[in-house]
C-alpha cells in the first residue's frame, strides 16, 4: 500500500515572513535607516514641493479664465543652472549616504584573518574554514550550518549568541543562492567555489527569519531558514547538544525503522552522528527532532508532518532531491519512530 497525502491536508506551511522595517543588528539598521532617509526626506520632499507646484498653477490659472495661458519662456540661463544644480547636490548627497551606508553595513573582515590573509600572500578566501566561526552553504534546496570550531553541522536552524558580530563564510554546494536575514544584515551570494563573507549580528535573542534571495530553481520559495539567536549560556547548550552522537534505536519498532534507514541510501545522503552514515548532500539528521520546521520551512515538524514527508516527499516539496521512497504505511511508520529518537 502506499499512503499519498495532499498537501492540502497538512498543517499551514510557515507563514511568517521577514520584515525589513524592523532592523534588530547593526548591519541591517544601518541600511533601514538610508532607505527611510531617501523616502521620507528626500522623495517625500521632491513629492510635496512638485505636487505643490503643479497644484498652484492649476488653481492660478483656473482663476484667469480665458484670458490665456502664462508668459512662456524659452532660455533662461538662471532657471537652468538651478535646475542643474539641485539635483546633483541631491544625487551627491545620495550617493555620499550610500557610501556610508555601505561601510557601515559591511565592515572589513576582522583584524586576524586579515592579517593572516596577508601573510599568506592570499586573499581572505584563501584562508582554511577552520578560521572561521560558521560556515554557510546553500544547497538546493535548504541551507547547511558548520560551526568547525565545535565540529557541529546542522541545517536550516542557525543559532548564534545574541550580541556578538560574528563573521561568516558564504558559499554553495551547486547554483548561486542568496543569504539574506532583512532584520540582521545585507544580502550575500552564494556562489559555487567562491567564498563569500559576511557579519551577523542580532542586538537580541529571537527568531529572524532567513530567505534565498537568488532564484535557484523550482523549490527557490522554499529555501527559508531561521536564525536563532540566544543568551551565550543558551547557545552553549545547544552547542553541547548539538556535538552529541544520536541516539540509538531502542525499541523493536525504532530499530526496524533504522534498518530500513540503512538500507534504502538514505545514508548516501544524509548524516547520522555516531551511525557511520556521514553524506553531507542532504541535511544532518542526527538532531532532526530539535528544529522547529521540516523541508527548509515548508511545514513545521511533527510527528504528523514527518510521517507525511516520508510517505510522499514530492507532493509536499515538488522537485526537491529527496526521492519518494514508495514504503508502506507500515514501512512509514517504523521509519517515522526511528527518525523521531533523534532529538
Ligand atoms: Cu536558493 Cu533561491
Not at 537652468?80 to 548627497?93: A, D, Q, R, S
Not at 561601510?103 to 577552520?130: F, I, Q, T, V, W
Not at 558564504?170 to 545585507?186: E, G, N
Not at 525504532?254 to 542532504?282: M, P, R, S
Request: charged share 20%; net charge negative; glycine share 8%.
Amino acid at each position: 500500500m502506499t499512503l499519498l497525502f495532499a498537501p492540502a491536508s497538512l498543517p499551514k506551511p510557515k507563514a511568517e515572513l521577514p520584515n525589513m522595517f524592523n532592523p534588530q543588528g547593526f548591519s541591517a539598521e544601518a541600511i533601514s535607516d538610508l532607505f527611510l532617509w531617501v523616502l521620507v526626506p528626500v522623495c517625500g520632499g521632491i513629492f510635496l514641493i512638485v505636487f505643490g507646484m503643479v497644484a498652484y498653477a492649476l488653481v492660478k490659472n483656473r482663476a484667469r479664465g480665458q484670458a490665456g495661458h502664462g508668459k512662456l519662456i524659452y532660455g533662461n540661463n538662471k532657471i537652468e543652472t538651478i535646475w542643474t544644480i539641485i539635483p546633483l547636490l541631491i544625487v551627491g548627497g545620495l550617493i555620499w549616504l550610500s557610501i556610508d551606508v555601505a561601510s557601515d553595513s559591511d565592515p572589513s573582515a576582522p583584524e586576524d584573518l586579515r592579517k593572516e590573509a596577508a601573510e599568506n600572500a592570499a586573499a581572505l578566501r584563501g584562508l582554511d574554514d577552520d578560521r572561521f566561526e560558521i560556515i554557510v552553504r546553500g544547497h538546493q534546496w535548504w541551507w547547511e550550518f558548520q560551526y568547525p570550531e565545535h565540529g557541529v553541522w546542522t541545517a536550516n536552524e542557525l543559532h548564534i549568541p545574541a550580541g556578538k558580530r560574528l563573521f561568516l563564510r558564504i558559499r554553495s554546494a551547486d547554483v548561486i543562492h542568496d543569504f539574506w536575514v532583512p532584520q540582521l544584515a545585507r544580502k550575500i551570494d552564494a556562489i559555487p567555489n567562491w567564498d563569500n563573507h559576511i557579519w551577523l549580528e542580532a542586538n537580541k535573542p529571537g527568531w529572524y527569519h532567513g530567505i534565498c534571495a537568488e532564484y535557484c530553481g523550482n523549490q527557490h520559495a522554499w529555501m527559508r531558514f531561521d536564525v536563532v539567536a540566544e543568551t551565550q549560556a543558551e547557545f552553549d547548550t545547544w552547542v553541547a547538544h548539538q556535538k552529541k552522537d544520536a541516539a540509538k534505536p531502542q525499541t523493536q519498532m525504532e530499530k526496524e525503522g533504522y534498518a530500513l534507514f540503512a538500507n534504502n541510501t538514505c545514508g548516501n545522503c544524509h548524516t547520522v552522528k555516531g551511525t557511520g552514515f556521514n553524506a553531507t548532500i542532504g541535511p544532518d539528521l542526527t538532531h532532526l527532532m530539535s528544529r522547529k520546521y521540516l523541508g527548509s520551512g515548508v511545514l513545521e515538524l511533527n510527528h504528523d508532518t514527518l510521517f507525511a514527508w516520508m510517505a510522499n516527499t514530492q507532493a509536499i516539496k515538488p522537485g526537491c532531491h529527496m526521492p519518494d521512497f514508495r514504503f508502506t504505511g507500515e514501512e512509514v511508520m517504523k521509519i517515522t519512530a526511528y527518525l523521531e529518537i533523534l532529538k
